[in-house]
């Protein structure tokens, strides 16, 4: 299996939703919420990937090279409707990241969340199919990110041509404050800033 199998290539955008929301009509919907855990708990060992001395699951060879081979990653256990995944992500340029998941089980999952709390957000994600047969996944925030909505697009290469639809706003491609996990870290400090 090479790395290109575990590319993730999308651009980014802000939504205004201040009028009509198209993307909401006809679409699929999920209703998310992720947490994103520190980085410098998560160790492999062996074929095993570890939360302190929790075990979250089994890498492949694959994986574990993938891994090793990279320095900075970002965790996210996240909740896709009832179904929990194991997600890291390493990102290579602005709109490129090597991304690894992995199914975990419901106990496993909420005995990580009872050693948090971590950095969160909740979502409701719309996957739109454009004029040109492209998914766009249409995030919606909630809570304190209520009002927060973002778009993005997943792309077999970064020179690929996209039909923007008219409700997009300003392209956030690449910006690190705009993150789902910006997002989350900022609102665990006290003044809510970046």
Same mark, same amino acid.
């Given at each position: 299996?090479?790395?290109?199998?575990?590319?993730?290539?999308?651009?980014?955008?802000?939504?205004?939703?201040?009028?009509?929301?198209?993307?909401?009509?006809?679409?699929?919907?999920?209703?998310?919420?992720?947490?994103?855990?520190?980085?410098?708990?998560?160790?492999?060992?062996?074929?095993?990937?570890?939360?302190?001395?929790?075990?979250?699951?089994?890498?492949?060879?694959?994986?574990?090279?993938?891994?090793?081979?990279?320095?900075?990653?970002?965790v996210r256990l996240r909740m896709w409707n009832s179904h929990w995944i194991l997600s890291v992500k390493s990102k290579q340029n602005k709109d490129t990241? @090597?991304?690894?998941?992995?199914?975990? /089980? +419901?106990?496993? =999952?909420?005995? $990580? %969340?009872?050693?948090?709390?971590?950095? !969160?957000?909740?979502?409701?994600?719309?996957?739109?199919?454009?004029?040109?047969?492209? @998914?766009?996944?249409?995030?919606?925030? /909630? +809570?304190?990110? =209520?009002?927060? $909505? %973002?778009?993005?697009?997943?792309?077999? !290469?970064?020179?690929?041509?996209?039909?923007?639809?008219?409700?997009?706003?300003?392209? @956030?491609?690449?910006?690190?404050?705009?993150?789902?996990?910006?997002?989350?870290?900022? %609102?665990?400090?006290?003044?809510?800033?970046?």
């Amino acid at each position: 299996m090479s790395i290109k199998n575990h590319l993730e290539i999308e651009r980014r955008f802000l939504v205004d939703a201040r009028g009509d929301k198209p993307w909401r009509e006809p679409a699929d919907v999920v209703s998310i919420e992720q947490h994103y855990l520190p980085t410098d708990e998560i160790k492999a060992r062996g074929d095993l990937l570890f939360f302190n001395d929790m075990i979250l699951t089994s890498l492949s060879k694959d994986e574990l090279s993938l891994w090793m081979g990279h320095e900075r990653w970002s965790v996210r256990l996240r909740m896709w409707n009832s179904h929990w995944i194991l997600s890291v992500k390493s990102k290579q340029n602005k709109d490129t990241a @090597i991304e690894l998941e992995w199914d975990v /089980e +419901g106990p496993v =999952a909420h005995a $990580v %969340l009872e050693l948090g709390p971590f950095p !969160s957000v909740q979502k409701t994600r719309y996957c739109w199919l454009g004029a040109d047969g492209k @998914i766009w996944e249409v995030d919606e925030f /909630e +809570g304190r990110l =209520a009002g927060v $909505v %973002l778009a993005e697009i997943e792309l077999g !290469s970064s020179d690929e041509a996209v039909l923007e639809p008219e409700w997009l706003g300003h392209e @956030i491609t690449g910006l690190k404050s705009w993150s789902n996990s910006a997002l989350a870290s900022m %609102l665990t400090r006290p003044d809510g800033l970046p």
